[in-house]
């Protein structure tokens, strides 16, 4: 990221220094954080982290000062060096900037204490989670972080992430080497091990990243294993801040309306939600007082979350890319993709389980309101990213229950439909799209290879598993990938909405 540049203002340049510094517009954060120990490792860093968790502590240490449940931030990978040089840049602070068409709020958050560059010191990660100080490791590695093979739930062994790390458990580069062997010292020294807490969006996230921790952790280490299963808990919980990347305008929107030079700001839209079960193995924070759901179930909140919006945010972007759009929000006002976003809903509503507190009807509502958000400029790029990772873990849970109860499919069919034809690189005008996924380049030659036959792809069994037995299903999808490449997203969308009416 580079800095914001206006030479007719003075910015402050954030730090905790230049906190007095700031405009009485901007919140800062209301406790003395040198008195904050963190007692929460927090792994993978980004911005929804920072507009989400990290959110959640401040509010808390604002009303616990002194606390010992500050975060100490982690980055695994390379990349993350970027955020590790802001952040240390900044003393671990950041502005968060909730955006609606009411305005603008900016708050500086104050939660992160202290930030571990892992590739620069494997050895201080590892120590600083086998110490007795750390009592909840948090997790935003993203849907590929968890080495699962896609479309049979496996542990993906042969990664050579887990591979590197299971010869070399003192030098690790992934997340479960890390934990493991900080697990072992813990146990080694009689010391009550963290709780691993997932807070990506993965359905059952943490049953999930226990059984592949566990996995690892067999192979490595039987006795450690058998001491992780009795006594770590890994509780599943829910998630959910729309949270664009930080594009450069937003640190320019940062200095022009606040005055503060900020390296890596985070923009994040007003609703904030989490919903976490109840299963700690060494303590928590009193986090209702702040607002997060504690639960005996998570399930229902996370598979109306998963399936409703993780769903729908595929759809949209697959269409609105199609279509030449670059933002959720301009997508959301072409009527055709909205009514298919909605319509959407309706078709997996009937695969939701009851969700206490919730009214599911005014819960859609409220996500075409947020999707629709102008002042949130996320782009589509974002939602597209990753697919591979996220559309069998969002979609296809609604889709499998739907061929169980003969249920309708045609958006879950076209959701499908539409990746495949955004796999082949263009929009419907002939621009070039760039596939942003780990899998782009199979993925990119199974779709040209295929044109209209979706078998290429569909056959791709990490990815889909069984569902092509199912010739329902098959037949859906080729008929919508058909119509997309030969009659494009507008005539496609249109005989759709035109055939299949509204529930």
């Not at 990349?79 to 305005?103: H, I, K, N």
Request: with cysteine; net charge negative; charged share 20%.
């Amino acid at each position: 990221m580079n800095s914001p540049s206006n030479p007719a203002k003075s910015l402050v340049k954030l730090n905790e220094r230049s906190l007095g510094q700031l405009s009485d517009r901007v919140r800062l954060p209301r406790y003395d954080r040198s008195t904050v120990t963190p007692g929460i490792v927090h792994i993978g860093v980004g911005g929804f982290h920072r507009a989400h968790q990290a959110l959640y502590i401040d509010n808390y240490l604002e009303q616990n000062p002194g606390s010992d449940w500050g975060i100490c931030g982690v980055g695994l990978l390379e990349f993350d060096q970027r955020m590790r040089d802001a952040l240390v840049s900044q003393d671990c602070l950041y502005t968060l900037v909730e955006r609606s068409p009411a305005g603008d709020n900016a708050r500086v958050i104050g939660s992160i204490t202290q930030y571990l560059f892992a590739p620069e010191n494997r050895e201080a990660v590892i120590e600083t989670l086998a110490d007795l100080q750390c009592r909840i490791v948090t997790l935003t590695i993203t849907e590929g972080g968890y080495y699962v093979v896609e479309g049979t739930g496996e542990f993906d062994v042969n990664h050579p992430t887990i591979q590197h790390d299971l010869q070399h458990p003192n030098e690790p580069h992934g997340v479960y080497g890390f934990l493991t062997a900080a697990l072992e010292r813990r146990r080694q020294r009689g010391i009550t091990p963290f709780t691993v807490l997932s807070c990506d969006n993965i359905q059952g996230n943490g049953d999930m990243v226990g059984r592949m921790l566990t996995s690892f952790a067999d192979l490595q280490n039987p006795d450690l294993s058998g001491w992780i299963r009795e006594n770590v808990a890994f509780p599943n919980c829910m998630v959910d801040r729309i949270t664009p990347a930080t594009a450069p305008g937003d640190l320019q929107m940062v200095a022009d309306q606040f005055d503060i030079d900020d390296a890596w700001p985070v923009v994040a839209e007003p609703f904030l939600q989490w919903v976490v079960e109840d299963r700690f193995s060494a303590g928590r924070p009193d986090w209702e007082s702040v607002g997060v759901q504690m639960t005996d179930d998570v399930h229902p909140y996370e598979m109306m979350k998963i399936r409703l919006l993780n769903t729908s945010h595929l759809l949209l972007g697959y269409l609105g890319s199609l279509k030449g759009y670059t933002y959720a929000h301009e997508a959301m006002a072409d009527d055709q993709i909205r009514q298919a976003i909605e319509r959407l809903m309706d078709e997996v509503t009937p695969t939701l389980r009851p969700v206490p507190g919730i009214d599911v009807s005014q819960y859609k509502q409220t996500l075409v309101e947020r999707f629709s958000n102008p002042k949130i400029q996320d782009q589509l790029a974002r939602l597209c990213l990753n697919s591979s990772a996220k559309l069998p873990k969002w979609a296809l849970g609604s889709l499998r229950e739907q061929l169980e109860q003969s249920g309708p499919i045609d958006h879950l069919s076209l959701t499908i439909a539409a990746w495949f034809r955004y796999l082949n690189g263009n929009d419907d005008q002939g621009h070039a799209m760039a596939i942003d996924d780990p899998m782009a380049d199979t993925l990119t030659e199974r779709a040209k290879l295929g044109g209209t036959d979706p078998m290429p792809l569909l056959s791709l069994t990490e990815l889909f598993g069984d569902l092509p037995q199912s010739a329902r299903f098959v037949e859906a999808v080729t008929q919508y990938l058909h119509q997309l490449h030969e009659l494009g997203t507008q005539a496609t969308l249109a005989k759709l909405l035109e055939a299949v009416p509204a529930q």
